[in-house]
């Protein structure tokens, strides 16, 4: 079992930025794709952004771009998302997710293993 645990979650106004981070157990880290995705209240799971095994690639929601950036140190079996210039409705649990899958996946069912999230709130 993959175990995954987020932190870096916080209260923050309209503008500010919070980053991230999904520590990995384990010694195949670099061997799964990473994604974080999001969940507000009544809604479902959200695509956030994902990044291959190695780092050298990298996808996001167009909701994000030029906002959030993932990126990961596979030395410290951690993935990060810096969350700039965050917005009220970015405000929802914040998880991080591990795939076997060797194409980028936006789809929560093709993750493999799930971190118990972190709370980011927005205030306006």
């Known amino acids: 079992q993959v175990q995954l645990v987020e932190s870096g979650g916080g209260l923050v106004q309209a503008g500010g930025s919070l980053r991230l981070s999904c520590v990995a157990s384990g010694r195949t880290f670099s061997s799964y794709r990473m994604g974080w995705f999001r969940q507000a209240p009544g809604k479902e799971r959200e695509f956030v952004a994902e990044i291959s095994g190695s780092g050298g690639s990298t996808h996001s929601a167009n909701f994000v771009k030029g906002r959030f950036t993932i990126s990961r140190d596979n030395a410290k079996n951690t993935v990060y998302l810096q969350m700039n210039s965050l917005k009220p409705e970015d405000t929802a649990v914040y998880y991080c997710?591990?795939?076997?899958?060797?194409?980028?996946?936006?789809?929560?069912?093709?993750?493999?293993?799930w971190g118990q999230g972190t709370q980011v709130t927005v205030s306006s």
């Open positions: 997710a591990a795939t076997n899958s060797e194409r980028f996946t936006i789809i929560p069912s093709n993750y493999d293993y």
